[in-house]
C-alpha cells in the first residue's frame, strides 16, 4: 500500500557528497517511521540512520558527523544528505518505513525501496 522510491544515487570521489530523497506514495493514514539502510557487496545489510515519528534521529557510528536523515512531512519525503563520502560508504542504500504503533518506532520496517546506487572512488 506503501510504496516508496529512492533517487539521487551516483558515483563520486572520496570526500564529495550526495543527497539522497526517498518518496513515499500511496494512501498514508498516518506518520510514518524512516530509516537508511545500505548493503555492499560480500557485506550485510546495515542501518545508517533513522528518525522517528516525533524526529528524533539516530545514526551508525560509521557515518556519524558525515551523514544526516531529515524528513519533509507534508511532501511524505526522507533525506540523507552524505558528506565526506568515503569509499567504504559505497552500497546500494535502500530506504525503509513503517508506520508508528502509539507513538513509537519499532524500526521493524515494513516498506522497503529498491534502492539507489552510492559508489565513492578513492
Known amino acids: 500500500q506503501v510504496q516508496l522510491v529512492e533517487s539521487g544515487g551516483a558515483s563520486v570521489q572520496s570526500g564529495g557528497s550526495l543527497r539522497l530523497s526517498c518518496a513515499a506514495f500511496g494512501y498514508i493514514y498516518s506518520r510514518l517511521c524512516m530509516g537508511w539502510f545500505r548493503q555492499a557487496p560480500g557485506k550485510e545489510r546495515e542501518g545508517v540512520a533513522a528518525i522517528d515519528s516525533d524526529g528524533s534521529t539516530s545514526y551508525a557510528d560509521s557515518v556519524k558527523g558525515r551523514f544526516t536523515i531529515s524528513q519533509d512531512n507534508a511532501k511524505n519525503t526522507l533525506y540523507l544528505q552524505m558528506n565526506s563520502l568515503k569509499p567504504e560508504d559505497t552500497a546500494m542504500y535502500y530506504c525503509?518505513?513503517?508506520?508508528?504503533?502509539?507513538?513509537?518506532?519499532?524500526?521493524?520496517?515494513?516498506?522497503w525501496g529498491p534502492g539507489t546506487q552510492v559508489t565513492v572512488s578513492s
Open positions: 525503509a518505513a513503517e508506520y508508528s504503533t502509539w507513538g513509537r518506532c519499532e524500526h521493524a520496517y515494513n516498506y
